[in-house]
Structures are given as structure tokens and as C-alpha cells.
């Protein structure tokens, strides 16, 4: 048996975090989730601010692994992959893989940036006009310009996986991210159609598969909210 692993990120909301369980619990790996036990934040923080051997984490999510402290989303993925299955073997695949992720994230990022333009310490409310402006921007430009790319490249790897032959944590990430987006905006994503879309099929195949259905059904999947990366705020959504 791997693990068992400490996973540690923000205990309320899917955020980043959501990226990682989705892949723990598709490799069925024994897990805690820190921070949504009693005690947990502190925990977290501290190790943040550990002193002594090895890296600190800049920022939640990371997992502990033995004596492992591996922060970086992409890079907690790429760690779980190797040792459950959860992603294409060989170099070519790993590599192709692990960008396929870091533009995900890439896309994450831009996602939060839309409701926070200015600074993430600021209060939505504070930066309404420039998340308006942003907004705008992301919907008409970025969304279709992710989409057309991630959806050129599972055409490209034969149209049922983003990588390999069969499932990786890419194509759990690229689940999270189309529901993500459904959550926040509804109406620009209408514009990949219900069903008939690649990305869509691809979702609704990750969500039907046995575990990530039980996952999702349970409460450890949290729902989304407007504290999270994926904000459904109706004056944003175009
Ligand atoms: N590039 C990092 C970003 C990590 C990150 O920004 N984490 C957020 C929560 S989703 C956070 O807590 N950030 C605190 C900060 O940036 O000060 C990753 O992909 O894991």
C-alpha cells in the first residue's frame, strides 16, 4: 500500500486543492485531509513556517508523504501519478503530461484573477469594475482560446484520454476545471454545448467512473462557493 498521505490546503473551499483529491481518491490512496480536522489550519501553517532540513511550502495544497513536503499543485500530481498509476508511463507521455497540467494551472490562475484583478487581499466587492473589465476579457478571449487548445490535443491523442491510453490525472484536472467553469459561468460556457462537446464527454466520463462518482456524492466533496478559485458571480458571466 502507498501512503498513507497528509494532504493539506484551505478546509471550506475545492480550490487547488480539489485537483489533488480528485487524484487521491481515484488511486483510492489513504488520506488525511489536514486541515479539516480539529486543529488542522494550525498545523498547516506551522509547516509553512518550518525551519531545519528540506523546502518549505510557499503556499497550500501539498501533501506529506513519509518525509516528503511537496507543495505545487502540478507537482504533488506528478509525484501521485508515479506511484498509482495515475498517469502515462514513459518520458514523452510524463512530460507531455506535466504541461498539459501546468497550462491547467495556468488557466486556474487566470480564473482567480478575473474576481481579483487588482490584489487577492483586497475584497471582491473593492475591485468590481476592474473584475468586470476582466471578466469581458476572459470570457470572450481565454476561455475559448484554453478550450480550443485542450480540445485540439485530446483530438490529437485519439479523443478518449488527454494523454496515453488510458486515464491520468490530466483528465481528472481537466473534469475539474470544465465543472469549475460551469459553476462560474454558465452562460459563456453554454457556448460548448451540453453534451456533444469532447471536453463535456470527457467530463461526464470522469464523473460516471466509480470512484470519482462515490467521491463526489460524499462529504468530502465540498460544494462550490464564493470563497473558492471558481466564483459564480452572475454580473461577470457574459
Ligand atoms: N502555484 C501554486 C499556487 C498555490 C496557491 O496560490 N495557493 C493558494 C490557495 S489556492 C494560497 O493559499 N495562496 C496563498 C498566497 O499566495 O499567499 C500551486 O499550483 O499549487
Keep these: 500500500m502507498k501512503g498513507p498521505y497528509k494532504f493539506y490546503y484551505w478546509p471550506t473551499i475545492q480550490g487547488r486543492g480539489e485537483f489533488v483529491r480528485l487524484a487521491l481518491e481515484e488511486a483510492r490512496a489513504p488520506y488525511t485531509d489536514v486541515a479539516r480536522t480539529k486543529g488542522g489550519v494550525a498545523r498547516m501553517t506551522n509547516l509553512m513556517q518550518r525551519k531545519g532540513r528540506g523546502s518549505s511550502p510557499f503556499a497550500p ?8 513536503l511537496i507543495a505545487q499543485t502540478a507537482n504533488i500530481l506528478i509525484y501521485l501519478a508515479s506511484r498509482h498509476r495515475l498517469g502515462a508511463s514513459g518520458e514523452e507521455a510524463r512530460i507531455a503530461a506535466h504541461q498539459l497540467q501546468l497550462t491547467i494551472m495556468d488557466l486556474v490562475a487566470e480564473v482567480h ?20 473589465k476582466c471578466a469581458a476579457a476572459f470570457v470572450d478571449e481565454r476561455i475559448p482560446k484554453f478550450m480550443g487548445y485542450f480540445e485540439r490535443e485530446l483530438a490529437h491523442n485519439g479523443g478518449r484520454f488527454m494523454v496515453g491510453r488510458s486515464l491520468s490525472y490530466v483528465d481528472l484536472s481537466i473534469f475539474q476545471v470544465i465543472a ?18 469532447p471536453l463535456r464527454a470527457l467530463h461526464d466520463r470522469v464523473a460516471s467512473r466509480p470512484r470519482i462518482a462515490t467521491y463526489l456524492a460524499s462529504e468530502r466533496r465540498l460544494a462550490w462557493n464564493e470563497d473558492g478559485i471558481f466564483r ?3 454580473e461577470l458571466d457574459r
Design 61 to 68: 495544497p501539498f501533501l506529506e508523504s513519509g518525509k516528503l
Design 113 to 132: 484573477d478575473v474576481h481579483h484583478p487588482i490584489a487577492s487581499s483586497l475584497y471582491y466587492e473593492d475591485q468590481q469594475a476592474e473584475a468586470k
Design 232 to 234: 459564480h458571480y452572475p
Design 180 to 197: 469549475g467553469l460551469d459553476y462560474a459561468f454558465p452562460r459563456a460556457m453554454k457556448r460548448l454545448g451540453k453534451k456533444a462537446h
